[in-house]
């Protein structure tokens, strides 16, 4: 057992002042240096742990900067997203009035090609697939809407007289307006008319085949 003790020693004067002897007196201290011993862990403890809550403090401040700055960049990014909500809901708005609007002329364009007697009206984009097919010649010359619109003329058969065709389509989409006279092989004359259609920059983006009976000219 480890044990701790005080000594102290004082002189023993005699009658003619002279030291006769010595006072020893001994006082176990083991409780007092176990005190302090434990008093100064328990400071070091303390020390340790006020640094490490210094650290952890210093940790939380530098999150908090990162998280302000965090907060900072998604306000930013939310007041872009807002401003391009907005922009979208333009934009939504306005390709819904296109629409309406291309609708309206879909329809005005049906109503004249429908009007032009004894002739058939298609459309096609820059790929030869049929944009529209119109015209009251439609019926006569074997032409069904929901079988052609969208389709390339190879999808639905025609590959034969799409490749005879092919050289004045490519005509028209460079850019060429011309017409030219068939006879179909029931007997009709036919003058056929092959527009380019361009866009506000002058590009060809379809074509117009128009067909018109000619027989009783």
Known sequence: EE???DFSYSPINMEDGQAGGVLVICVETTDKVNSINTLSTLNNQRLAANEEIKAVNEELASANEELAATNEELAAVNEELGAVNEELATTNEELTEAQKILG?????????AVNIPESLIVVIDREHRYVMVEGDLMEKMGYERADYEGKHPTEIGQTERYNASKHLYDRMMAGEKFSLERQAPTGEH????????KNENGEVDA???MAIDITSI
């Open 190 to 197: 036919f003058i056929v008319h092959f527009v380019p259609l």
């Open 3 to 5: 044990c701790y003790f």
């Open 207 to 209: 074509g117009l085949v």
């Open 104 to 112: 309206r002329n879909e329809r005005l364009f049906r109503s004249i």
